[in-house]
């Protein structure tokens, strides 16, 4: 069984801090890292994708990756209450055929 | 407009009634995917296409069945509804060597 491993929180930071979400998987062979947030109710939306070693930036969000210690990470930075939501870690398999989800990691920004 | 729609939103039905829940995206997409979520399970994977002719299980596949009509429409139906079955369900398409995903918006359904 592959799997996706996530702290399900909920993790709390204040407004203007950086919120660090983690993830860890067990297919070595995986290859793509996806993360997603999800807003109570609503469906996972796409926020960022990273394929090779190190940090990948995008405004505010920043993934982390280290395939050797199967590790991938998500940074926000000047966290805001909206940010609050559930992250989902997202890995493929090396079958190729779907991505494998964590259970997702609630975080709350507070004011 | 939105680029993968599911209908209907939101659905109530009873126990034993057949139920279809319809997919469909215009981003040109050949893979397309179902998913239940539960409150603390996480998404679980139904069934999953990579094309009209090709249709895979997932892991929870049990219970329910799938129709791929075309390369944008991917149907999921419920033969015989029970209130476990009663979860969000989305669909998603996928393309590309990276299996990045995008999902619809969602289909509540309550089995009474």
């Known amino acids: 069984q592959k799997e996706v491993e996530q702290n399900s929180g909920p993790l709390s930071v204040p407004e203007g801090a950086i919120a660090s979400l983690n993830c860890t998987y067990s297919?070595?062979?995986?290859?793509?890292f996806f993360w997603y947030r999800q807003y109570s109710g609503k469906s996972p939306e796409l926020i960022m994708s990273?394929?090779?070693?190190g940090d990948k930036e995008d405004g505010r969000f920043t993934a982390q990756l280290n395939k050797a210690s199967q590790y991938v990470s998500l940074l926000i930075r000047d966290s805001q209450p909206s940010d609050s939501a559930t992250y989902l870690c997202?890995?493929?398999?090396?079958?190729?055929?779907?991505?494998?989800f964590g259970k997702g990691t609630s975080l709350l920004v507070t004011p | 407009d939105a680029d993968v729609t599911q209908t209907p939103r939101n659905r109530i039905t009873k126990t034993g009634k057949r139920i279809m829940l319809e997919c469909s995206q215009t981003?040109?997409?050949?893979?397309m995917y179902w998913y239940r979520q539960d409150p603390g399970l996480g998404l679980q994977l139904i069934y999953y296409?990579?094309?009209?002719?090709?249709?895979n299980k997932g892991e929870i596949s049990d219970g329910y069945s799938v129709s791929r009509q075309a390369q944008a429409k991917f149907s999921l139906s419920l033969e015989s509804a029970i209130p476990n079955q009663t979860a969000l369900y989305f669909c998603a398409t996928g393309q590309g060597s990276t299996d990045t995903q995008y999902f619809g918006p969602g289909t509540r359904l309550t089995v009474l």
């Open positions: 296409s990579f094309d009209v002719k090709d249709i």
């Open positions: 981003k040109g997409h050949d893979r």
């Open positions: 997202a890995v493929n398999s090396n079958s190729g055929y779907a991505l494998n």
């Open positions: 297919d070595r062979g995986s290859q793509s």
């Open positions: 990273i394929y090779s070693n």
